[in-house]
């Protein structure tokens, strides 16, 4: 069963890089057919997707993170990465890792997430 | 994007009783070469990750009660839990997978009455 783990620092100063990791067991990150998600919460409200990234290593950003965003692997260590840049207050959340298999689809890719991490806060403050 | 506008932000249902959340779409989402609505029903309950529900609109995730369905196609879908029982108190969130930027509903709170 596929196991997903953030990690990374729980404060970030603001304008600085927000940096995490997921790290994945009992899949891999370079299979065929999965898309590796990030998705955040910030606290007590709804979720935001912030993008994705296939074994190919081709990536789609939500347009509305301004190109603030990167999602890279690391297929020797089975981990996917976010990096976001120039935080602020705005971009304290819970920062969740997902996976959406191509399984579920049949002419067209979908992203239906099936597995989540259990998340990590961050938070943007001096 | 396409913008997901769910009802009731919260509701009270009565132990056994049916609860009844509504999803509306900015935009269609039910694809005509395949007849599939992109849209997916998660659960979150407090401290933990969403789990997703439904997705197609109506289909069944593997393990999901049978108290649990989803119904609707284009830009009008409804999450039905039939009996709700005390484990269903939760947030639930629908999630549109037409098209990217992929976006979620803003969440109804279930809880019990």
């Known amino acids: 069963q596929v196991q997903l783990q953030e990690s990374g620092p729980g404060l970030v100063k603001p304008s600085e890089t927000l940096s995490l990791t997921c790290s994945v067991s009992g899949d891999s990150v370079s299979s065929s057919g999965l898309y590796w998600t990030w998705i955040r919460q910030p606290p007590g409200k709804g979720l935001e997707w912030l993008g994705h990234i296939f074994k190919s290593g081709g990536s789609t950003y939500n347009p509305s993170l301004k190109s603030r965003v990167t999602i890279s692997l690391d297929t020797p260590k089975n981990q996917f990465s976010l990096k976001l840049s120039s935080v602020t207050a705005a971009d304290t959340a819970m920062y969740y890792c997902?996976?959406?298999?191509?399984?579920?689809?049949?002419?067209?890719?979908?992203?239906?997430?099936?597995?989540w991490g259990q998340g990590t806060l961050v938070i943007v403050s001096s | 994007d396409i913008v997901l506008t769910q009802s009731p932000d919260s509701l009270a249902v009565s132990l056994g009783e049916r609860a009844t959340i509504n999803c509306k779409s900015s935009?269609?989402?039910?694809?005509?070469?395949?007849?599939?609505?992109?849209l997916a029903w998660y659960q979150q309950k407090p401290g933990q990750p969403p789990k997703v529900l439904i997705y197609?609109?109506?289909t069944r995730e593997s393990g999901v009660p049978d108290r649990f369905s989803g119904s609707g196609s284009g830009t009008d879908f409804t999450l039905t839990i039939s009996t709700l029982q005390a484990e269903d108190v939760a947030v639930y969130y629908c999630q549109q997978y037409f098209g990217t930027p992929l976006t979620f509903g803003g969440g109804t709170k279930v809880e019990i009455e």
């Open positions: 997902a996976r959406a298999p191509q399984v579920y689809c049949d002419i067209t890719s979908c992203y239906i997430f099936d597995s």
């Open positions: 197609w609109a109506s």
């Open positions: 935009q269609n989402v039910l694809y005509s070469s395949n007849n599939k609505n992109y």
